[in-house]
């Protein structure tokens, strides 16, 4: 295996694409802007689901699974969100392919126009809002906590893997709710799950905070984010959660008679991460060797590499130990391939980011001691055998606490804090990452800085400093600092 | 709760409705034949989903995800394949809407026409193999054994809950390998997975064999099958392992070299089950009071209902046993509501088919008793709390070999033979199931036994005794008997 990559300095969205590439984590695929997701990725994305999904029912939630296809009235019932998302969409229009008369293949069937026309789900608040229309009569049917795992698709115009794809996976949470507070309470929440996801098990520092007018869900009356900063120093939302108010409900009139016996309209909220979060964890960690895997989400935790090669007198012992990491809960591969060299196999492993590499040969038998690399530090280090399982233990626990904490200092690194619109400029030149700047409010200046900069308000920050000071813009006061970025 | 479904004897597909109804499995959706799968229905395949995944994943296989979308000319590739599925498929036409100049909600934008039309998959040989030529070069890469979760589309004319849908979840393996034997054992391995889970977790006994010509899947050189019987005596074909020969890698070019360095051509299988399990499963075990589930299915296990409701005095001691029997990893549910009764909830659990429930009253707190119901005996009886966790796990046991047991004498009882036309006949319309009938082997036989008596052959068993006998419509020669039966 040919470890070249690129340096993330020489071209940093190239190291990206490499590392996708050589970790072996996704491939591009025939149909435009949809990638293949290749076993290693995936099982990446089966771990984070696992987690989120216990996360939710801990929660109080539960699964469930909505049509695939949107009528496409129903997307205009929503005037906001319509806007957002009719742009780019995928269009049924015909349900048979028939052979071409010529003879050259086959054809859409013309006679198979569908009457109304169906949208490949975008996002499901229309088709969900049109069911719980059903589901929802009186306050004992609430609140009702669904979540879907599902593919969705956007027409997107630009591309890349994990980050922006056509088609992508997701988890998709929708929700009802009697009164306006428990709604809101519900947004909060799960924004707090999303950034204790992103912590806790991606090791990926965070942002809370609150969405301007202009960047919030086409529908939604607030929307809450997470936001995470790349090695690039630009930012990337890695979830979103929405309060929608009783604009679904009032499209749909989905209405509940209260415990006064009175109809009112059902308060609502969605939220979702998806495969994107893959793409930020990808780009958090890894380093110009390769892949960097948080140990919580690594498909393989510990790999084992016998050396030179798996000789009978080796197996013994590291069949031995792969059962007790087994045992331990530690997710373990054993390389038991004859031909390939340790040089070429430290090397994979090195690519495919698993957090601690175990080498194994004769001489290390003797002495009883185990050679043990981790991947983060690339530090190695001669450990005895009696006591290794809890000594991985530990080492993994502090892999995962090194990333986090690394990730941290890069983005104390990369926040800073702009009085004026020249110094603004010239750190978003110099350094990128965040940058807290007093902001007037309006959608118009927002828009005018983009313009200007390429970055957006990433979010208004719930913990922030309440503070007189004057937009960078336009001068206009401003109470408080919100956080600008440029973003994937 | 309203108890009252249709009885079995009545009106059968009035029952399994009303049964998915009343249960709260699925409801109806906006969209054609698209069905919404509630949470207490998709609780149930989140368990199927664990447990094929698990032996899956302990035989070796991994998962990825391939796009939802076919570009139109991969499936000209393949002849058989295309005539099979193009006939029933959604096609994209379009990638965007636009407001309709008239003010009347959006159109789609014309400009927006896709230059290939893209199919919404109806499965996914040719995406894969499409992409498997990408990934294998050489025997080094063999076999390649890779399986995804994801739904795919269908657009039938006559759909059913569950059985037959538009849209269904589903599992699709699809393995490339070296040797024309190799490809055959996995579609035999994969075979027997299948029949291993629907015997030991669903409790539904399946003959294994394979399919006629006919009845084959389109580009399938052997289509193996598990074949279940319902209560109504028609068959449910439950889940297809393919054997594919080198057909997708000769329409798609895929091949390696193999060790002698010359190329050949890659061998394959593909293999599915998908939400229609669910249907068989109910189908399977339900009677007249509605839902009954297998224990190591069911989203609930045991459900706990104080009696009257829930008094203090009782929820200690009800908290307490909740705790204990999660402990022992059984799946549990305690009834806390205030304001229904017990009879009420009592049948509501019934509806369920939660396999066994609690009841404890203050009479039981003080005799240290807990009344425990069977769903499926519908037995009472009064057992001792010390030991209760215990008794409550070799009941689930019981209860799961029980339906089973049950299952099995209900399709004994509904196998038979028949030597002659008439006879076979006969059996068909008086009761119906499994019968085997010696065939004479053409195609053409089996179409008109299907046209004169709606039967087709379910399977050519793999364990069939080898006898001479005389075909039942022909009277030609045929060598073993073949198994007949109408089907969902």
Redesign the interface.
């Known amino acids: 295996m040919a470890k070249e990559i690129t340096s993330r300095e020489e071209n940093y969205s190239q190291w990206y694409n490499d590392i996708i590439k050589k970790a072996g984590l996704a491939?591009n695929?025939?149909?435009r802007g949809?990638?293949?997701?290749?076993?290693y990725g995936?099982?990446i994305?089966?771990n984070m689901k696992a987690e989120l999904d216990r996360m939710f029912k801990e929660t109080g939630h539960?699964?469930?699974?909505?049509?695939?296809?949107?009528?496409?009235?129903?997307?205009?019932k929503e005037a906001d969100h319509?806007e957002g998302f009719?742009?780019?969409?995928?269009?049924?229009?015909?349900?048979?392919?028939?052979?071409n008369p010529d003879g050259s293949?086959?054809v859409?069937d013309p006679s198979?126009k569908l009457e109304e026309?169906?949208?490949?789900r975008p996002t499901s608040e229309t088709?969900i809002w049109?069911?719980y229309k059903?589901?929802i009569k009186s306050y004992r049917d609430l609140p009702l906590l669904?979540n879907q795992w599902?593919?969705v698709?956007r027409?997107e115009m630009r591309t890349r893997p994990f980050l922006r794809t056509t088609?992508f996976?997701w988890q998709e949470g929708h929700t009802a709710h009697a009164t306006k507070d428990e709604a809101i309470a519900e947004s909060r929440l799960i924004h707090d799950v999303y950034a204790k996801f992103a912590e806790e098990y991606m090791a990926m520092p965070v942002i809370q905070g609150s969405k301007s007018e202009n960047e919030r869900f086409a529908g939604a009356v607030e929307t809450y984010t997470i936001e995470a900063l790349m090695q690039d120093g630009k930012a990337l939302q890695a979830g979103t959660s929405h309060f929608l108010g009783q604009n679904f409900a009032k499209a749909f009139d989905v209405k509940f008679s209260n415990d006064k016996n009175t109809e009112e309209h059902v308060w609502a909220t969605s939220w979702g991460v998806s495969t994107r979060l893959v793409g930020g964890l990808i780009m958090t960690h890894s380093d110009d060797e390769g892949l960097v895997l948080p140990p919580k989400l690594a498909p393989y935790q510990v790999v084992i590499v016998p050396i030179p090669k798996p000789l009978p007198e080796l197996m013994e012992t590291i069949d031995k130990f792969e059962q007790e990491l087994k045992d331990a809960g530690i997710r373990v591969l054993v390389d038991r391939d004859e031909k390939k060299r340790p040089g070429f196999k430290f090397a994979e492993y090195e690519m495919k980011g698993i957090p601690i590499r175990f080498g194994i040969g004769p001489r290390d038998l003797e002495k009883g001691q185990i050679e043990v690399a981790r991947r983060d530090t690339k530090e190695k280090s001669a450990v005895a055998m009696e006591g290794i399982i809890a000594h991985a233990k530990q080492l993994l626990e502090e892999i995962q606490n090194n990333l986090f904490e690394r990730a941290k200092n890069f983005r104390s690194e990369h926040y800073s804090s702009a009085e004026t619109f020249d110094e603004f400029k010239e750190i978003l030149e110099k350094k990128g990452g965040f940058i807290e700047a007093h902001w007037d409010g309006t959608v118009e200046t927002e828009l005018k800085i983009k313009e200007q900069t390429k970055a957006t308000i990433r979010c208004i920050p719930l913990d922030a400093k309440q503070e007189e000071g004057k937009c960078i813009l336009t001068g206009a006061p401003s109470k408080q600092k919100v956080i600008f970025a440029k973003s994937y």
């Open positions: 491939d695929s025939a149909v949809c990638m293949v997701i290749k076993p995936f099982a994305w089966e539960v699964n469930a699974y909505f049509p695939l296809f949107i009528p496409k009235s129903f997307l205009s319509v009719a742009k780019e969409c995928a269009v049924v229009t015909h349900h048979r392919l028939m052979n293949g086959v859409v198979s026309e169906l949208i490949v088709i049109n069911t059903d589901w669904i599902a593919n698709v027409w088609e996976l």
